[in-house]
């Protein structure tokens, strides 16, 4: 059984930052993939950001340049670093886990299949 649970969204004004945290539990390991989507009432959950086991990331155009991902393996833990937040930024953001068999769960990023999900959390960036 494997269990992710984010923290730190919450508003914020166009141009500031947050950080975003999960906590992974469970049957994890250090290979495993993890990234960070986002979603918005009635549109697609996408990926956002990606980070391998070696430190290697992978990031959507979107946020490029603005947001970090970052890993804790010893922790289990995953970060997102979020600087010059826009309007547009506004969505509930999700950690995910690589790998997983529901195929009802499962949404691919940057080539990775993730179905392991955590509850969300809301990030509101106002103008």
């Known amino acids: 059984q494997v269990q992710l649970v984010e923290s730190g969204g919450g508003s914020v004004q166009a141009g500031g930052s947050l950080k975003l945290s999960c906590v992974a539990s469970?049957?994890?390991?250090?290979?495993?993939?993890m990234g960070w989507f986002r979603q918005d009432p009635g549109k697609e959950r996408e990926g956002i950001a990606i980070?391998?086991?070696?430190?290697?990331?992978k990031y959507a155009d979107s946020v490029k340049g603005r947001f970090t991902i970052s890993r804790d393996n010893a922790k289990n833990f995953l970060y997102l670093q979020m600087n010059s937040l826009k309007p547009e930024d506004t969505s509930m953001y999700y950690c995910?886990?690589?790998?997983?068999?529901?195929?009802?769960?499962?949404?691919?990023?940057?080539?990775?299949?993730?179905?392991?999900w955590g509850q969300g959390t809301q990030v509101t960036v106002s103008p």
């Open positions: 469970g049957h994890i390991y250090s290979t495993d993939v």
């Open positions: 980070i391998e086991t070696d430190g290697s990331t």
């Open positions: 995910a886990l690589g790998g997983g068999r529901d195929p009802r769960k499962l949404k691919a990023a940057f080539g990775t299949l993730f179905g392991y």
